[in-house]
């Protein structure tokens, strides 16, 4: 937690003297020591194949794909502003790498407090509350002229890292134990999805207006608030609680 709490000051630091190339590459160096040690994890026991379900019925399972669709929806809306922040505030707004660096913590922050205040609750509370927090995020961007308010915005970036934490807690109760595996795969698929795609749209907007891929933001993050309000919260995969979130867990590529 350490290393997600103030990774992004010192990245910053490094990258204003010694370069983003030498920079890159000690991350690659740690991230191959990190799965070193990943390797030396047990083996977890596998559940025999009698009486378990086929896998073509998690697609039969209606909750099940309504609950990947709204996955996919959720994180493709949050993550539009997200992609391309860094270079709109950096080659527009004149933000230098430190200071980038110093949102990325603050990131960081909004992340931990936002799951300490809504972890307990159930999954649509989470998803509204984080949702507005990701709108809040565009609308401070777009109107923000000053690094306290850009810094604000990215500390309320913390709401997209809870509601992207939340997708085995989400989809979870809806699989038979011996399909969680494939389930999980399945529900973070849809998730990854959306992160790729999200991005294209995110670079096709701001190579016509940077600023329109925030407004775009907007009006889809208002517009799954209202369908979160009125229609996604009777689903009853929305009614479970969230519990043991990780935000960790939950980071998308390019995460500052």
């Excluded at 609950?67 to 270079?87: G, R, V």
């Excluded at 950096?90 to 790498?97: D, E, K």
């Excluded at 307990?120 to 990701?134: C, D, F, M, N, S």
């Excluded at 961007?141 to 604000?152: A, C, H, N, P, Y």
Aim: aromatic share 12%.
């Amino acid at each position: 937690m350490a290393g997600y709490l103030f990774g992004p000051i010192l990245g910053g630091f490094m990258a204003e003297r010694v370069g983003l190339r030498p920079l890159y590459f000690i991350a690659t160096v740690i991230f191959a020591i990190s799965t070193m040690m990943i390797l030396k994890v047990k083996d977890l026991p596998v559940h025999t194949s009698e009486g378990k379900p086929a896998a073509r019925a998690l697609f039969r399972n209606r909750s099940f794909v309504l609950a990947c669709l709204l996955i996919f929806a959720i994180s493709f809306t949050t993550y539009l502003p997200h992609p391309l922040t860094s270079n709109f505030l950096h080659n527009y707004r004149g933000v230098s790498l430190q200071t980038l660096g110093i949102f990325g913590m603050l990131m960081s922050a909004g992340g931990i407090l936002f799951n300490l205040l809504l972890g307990k609750l159930l999954a649509w509370p989470i998803y509204l509350i984080g949702q507005t927090a990701v709108i809040a995020f565009s609308v401070l961007l777009l109107k923000g002229r000053t690094e306290l308010i850009f810094g604000l915005a990215y500390f309320m970036w913390g709401g997209f890292r809870v509601i992207n934490a939340i997708t085995s807690s989400l989809v979870r109760p809806l699989l038979h134990k011996t399909q969680v595996g494939l389930g999980f795969g399945i529900a973070e698929t849809s998730k990854s999805l959306a992160f790729i795609l999200a991005p294209v749209l995110a670079g096709f907007l701001y190579d016509r207006s940077p600023e329109l891929v925030y407004q775009v933001a907007i009006g889809m993050g208002i517009s799954m608030l209202v369908f979160l309000l009125l229609v996604a919260r009777k689903a009853s995969f929305l009614r479970h609680k969230a519990e043991s979130l990780d935000v960790a867990d939950a980071l998308p590529p390019g995460s500052v």
